[in-house]
C-alpha cells in the first residue's frame, strides 16, 4: 500500500507542523484558488486594523530536497535542472517544466546546451520524467525533452499556464519563454510558445534562428536586454509576463528591478511595460559599473494567481563587487491590481539559501509552482549558486518548501498595546474590518483559515455594508462566533433574517474575543 505524501511529511516534520485541522474532518477541502482569498497580510484587502499585527511564517524545507534531481551522464538535464519552470495540477497529476542543461562541452554554442524538459509526479513529491520521444538528442529520442517550433532555440527560464478561455484548443497552453537575441551583443528576450498539450509547442510567428538565438527583427519586445519569464500571469483578460529589467524608467533605480510586459491575445506585446516591485535599497543609485553591488530584485515575480489577488516569490539579490561575493534569497511579494507587487513585511525573508554543501547552497531561484494538498502548501523552488558565475559547476534541482495550508502568516492579538508599569491602558478591542467585498452571484458563504480557538477564544464575525453598518442578522447579537480551528471553518450565521439577500458590497467585521484571544492566530478568511 502506497502511503500519503502528506501522512509521511507530517511524520518527518513532526505535529507542530499542523497544528490546525479540519472543522469538517469529513468533508474534503475545497481548492481556495476558485474562492476569494484574503490573506492576513493583504492591508489592501483588509486595510483598517486595531490592536492586531501581522507575523509572517517561515516554511520548512522538504527533507527529501531536491525532489527532482539532475540526470545522468550524456543525459539532456545531466548539468543542471534549472527550476526557472513552473508546475500545473491537473486531475490527479503534476506536471511540472523546467529547463535541462547538458554537458556537452564540446559544443561551444551556449544556447544550443538549453531545452526545456518536463517531469510529471502523482502526489507531488515523487516525480518522473517520462520518455515523451519528440526531440532527437544524442542520436536518440529517448528524454523528455518538450519539442518546441522553431528549434534549436535555447531558452533558460520557462513559464507555463493554462488558458481555458482560449476557444482555440491549439492554444491552451501558453509558455513565456527567455531566449537570446544578436543586437550588438547578446540580449535577452521573450519568446512566447502555444500549445494544445503542453508538450509540443510553436510560436505564431516566422522566425529565424542562428546558433540557437533570435534575429533582432524577430523579437516581439523592444530590443533592449530583458529577462522575461520571472512569472506569466492572466489578470483580467491581459496576459504579463513578468521579469529582470535594469533599464531606466520614468524613475531611475539601481540594478535589477521587477518589470512586466502585457498582451492581449499573447501574440501581439505592447511596447510599453511597468516597474513592478523595487526594494528600497534600489532608490539610491550606485552609479555606472556597478550593477552586480547592492540590494536587488532577481529574476522578476513568479506568481499564484488566487483570482482577487496575486501571491508571488521574487529573489532577494545581495549584490557584491565580485560574483564570488554575491547570493540570492527569496521574499515574498503580493498584488491587488495585476501590476503593482509589494512586501507584506518590509524585507522580510520568505526563504534562505542553503548553507555550503548542501544542495540549494549560495542561491535560491523562483519557479512559478504552489500547490495545496490535504494539510499543505508546498511552494517549489530552485537552485542557482551565483558565486559560481564564472566558472561551470554543476547546478539545480526543484526542492520543496513547506507550510500549514494556506498560512503564510498571521493576524494575532498585539499584547504591547495593554502598556506595562504604571501606564496601564483599559482594555482595547482587537479587530479588523476588510474592504467592501463585491457579492454579485456569490451566496456569502465564508470561511476561516485559523489555529488557537476554542472555549474561551474566538472569532466574532459580522457584515457590514459599505458604510460599515450592521446588517440585520449578520452583526451585533447576531453576529457568527467561530470558536474551532480549521483551515475552512465556515461561519455560520442562525438567525432567520441570516438567510436573506445580501446588498452587492459587503465588509467583514472580525473580532478576537476571550479570555485566551491571545492565542488565536488568523491565516485568512475566505468567500467561496
Known sequence: M????????????????????????????????????LFAFDEVSIPHVQNLR??????????????LRRGAPGSPD??????????????????????????????KVASERWRAAYAESSDGVNWTKPDLGLVEYAGNKHNNLILTDPAPLGVVNVKVLRDDEDPDPAKRYKISSHVYFRNTRRLGTLAPFVSADGLNWRMEREVETVKAELQIKDVVLPPIHFEPSGGLYKWQGMFYASGQNSMNAAQPYHGRV???????????WSQTSSVSLVRDAQHTLLGAG?????????????????GNMLLGIFGIWHGAKEWKDVTIDLGLALSNDGIRFRQPVHEWTFLKRGDDGEWDQGGLIQGQGFENIGEQTLVYYGAWDPRHWEEEPDRGGVGIAMLPRDRFGDLIVEEAGKGTGDYQLPEITSEFVTAAIPMRGREGLFYVNADGLGDE??????LLDSLEKGLPGYSGADAAIVKT??????????????????????????????????????SAVYLR
Open 457 to 462: 477564544a474566538g472569532l466574532k464575525v459580522e
Open 258 to 268: 521587477a518589470r512586466v510586459y502585457r498582451s492581449a491575445d499573447f501574440k501581439t
Open 290 to 306: 556597478r550593477s552586480r553591488e547592492g540590494e536587488q530584485t532577481h529574476e522578476g515575480i513568479s506568481v499564484w494567481n488566487r
Open 485 to 522: 480551528s480549521g483551515f475552512q471553518t465556515p461561519v455560520l450565521w442562525s438567525t432567520p433574517e441570516s438567510k436573506g439577500k445580501l446588498p452587492d458590497q459587503v465588509c467583514l467585521r472580525v473580532t478576537f474575543e476571550g479570555k485566551r484571544n491571545t492565542q488565536i492566530r488568523l
Open 2 to 37: 502506497k502511503i500519503p505524501s502528506a501522512f509521511i511529511l507530517s511524520l518527518l516534520l513532526g505535529a507542530d507542523c499542523f497544528s490546525g485541522i479540519s472543522a469538517n474532518a469529513e468533508e474534503p477541502l475545497f481548492d481556495e484558488t476558485q474562492a476569494l482569498t
Open 54 to 67: 501581522v507575523e509572517m511564517r517561515s516554511p520548512k524545507k522538504h527533507p527529501a530536497n531536491p525532489v
Open 78 to 107: 545531466a548539468k543542471g535542472v534549472q527550476f526557472y519552470g513552473s508546475i500545473l495540477r491537473e486531475g490527479d497529476k503534476f506536471r511540472l517544466w523546467y529547463v535541462a542543461f547538458d554537458d556537452d562541452k564540446k559544443n
